[in-house]
T-cell receptor, first 115, second 113 residues
Framework: ETGVTQTPRHLVMGMTNKKSLKCEQH?????MYWYKQSAKKPLELMFV???????ENNSVPSRFSPECPNSSHLFLHLHTLQPEDSALYLC??????????????FGPGTRLTVT | QKEVEQNSGPLSVPEGAIASLNCTYS??????FFWYRQYSGKSPELIMF????GDKEDGRFTAQLNKASQYVSLLIRDSQPSDSATYLC?????????????FGTGTRLKVLA
C-alpha cells in the first residue's frame, strides 16, 4: 500500500464544490490509472496515462478532469459532481500501459461522498 | 464488449476447508489473468497471476487456467477467517495498443470459524 499513496482518504463535497484528488506512486512506474468503484459494480477504468500522456479515456463525464504532471503524480479534478458520483476512487500504477500482463498496484483509495 | 464474470457470492466455507473461486472471460485472445483480494474498505491487492494453462501454486493459493474453456479459478487451501474478503478476477485487454484491465464484480468469500 505504501507504494501508491492517495489523498485525501475521505472527501465530502457539495454538488457545486471543486476539489481535487491526488495520487503519488513511488515505484518508478510509467503508467498510472484512475478507477471508480461503486457498490455492486466492477471496477470501472476512468483514465490511463502512459509517460504523462493520456492514452485512454473511457467516456468519462467532463466533470472529471485528470492531470498527470509527471510519471509519479496523478490528479483528478472534480467539479459540479452528482450524488451518483459518490464512490471509492482508486489510483493504480504499473510499469507501463503498452505491455500486457503487467501487475497493477493500487493506492488506498479516496472515499468520495457527494451531497 | 469484453467481459469478465464472477459469481458475487457470498461463498461460505468452514475454516480449514478449500475455497474455490471461479472466473470466466469472453476475450479468447487474453494471455494473462490476475487475482486480487480486497478487504472491506480497502484497496485491491495482488494475490496471484497466471499466464499458462494448468496450475500455478503459491503457498495456500493455487490458480488454475483453462484457456480452451475460458475460465480461471483460484483455490484457497486451509481457509482461514482472515481470508474473508472479496476476490477480484482481472483480465488485461488491449485497445489501440494500450492495455486496460477488465475486472469482474468479485466473489465475496466468508470463512466461518
Amino acid at each position: 500500500e505504501t507504494g501508491v499513496t492517495q489523498t485525501p482518504r475521505h472527501l465530502v463535497m457539495g454538488m457545486t464544490n471543486k476539489k481535487s484528488l491526488k495520487c503519488e506512486q513511488h515505484l518508478g512506474h510509467n503508467a498510472m490509472y484512475w478507477y471508480k468503484q461503486s457498490a455492486k459494480k466492477p471496477l470501472e477504468l476512468m483514465f490511463v496515462y502512459s509517460l504523462e500522456e493520456r492514452v485512454e479515456n473511457n467516456s468519462v463525464p467532463s466533470r472529471f478532469s485528470p492531470e498527470c504532471p509527471n510519471s509519479s503524480h496523478l490528479f483528478l479534478h472534480l467539479h459540479t459532481l452528482q450524488p451518483e458520483d459518490s464512490a471509492l476512487y482508486l489510483c493504480a500504477s504499473s510499469q507501463d500501459a503498452r505491455t500486457g500482463g503487467l501487475v497493477q498496484y493500487f493506492g488506498p483509495g479516496t472515499r468520495l461522498t457527494v451531497t | 464488449q469484453k467481459e469478465v464474470e464472477q459469481n458475487s457470492g457470498p461463498l461460505s466455507v468452514p475454516e480449514g476447508a478449500i475455497a474455490s473461486l471461479n472466473c470466466t472471460y469472453s476475450d479468447r485472445g487474453s494471455q494473462s489473468f490476475f487475482w486480487y483480494r480486497q478487504y472491506s474498505g480497502k484497496s485491491p491487492e495482488l494475490i496471484m497471476f497466471i499466464y499458462s494453462n494448468g496450475d500455478k501454486e503459491d503457498g495456500r493459493f493455487t490458480a488454475q487456467l483453462n484457456k480452451a474453456s475460458q475460465y480461471v479459478s483460484l483455490l484457497i487451501r486451509d481457509s482461514q477467517p482472515s481470508d474473508s474478503a472479496t476476490y477480484l478476477c482481472a483480465v488485461p485487454s488491449t485497445t489501440s495498443g494500450t492495455y486496460k484491465y477488465i475486472f469482474g464484480t468479485g466473489t465475496r468469500l466468508k470463512v466461518l470459524a
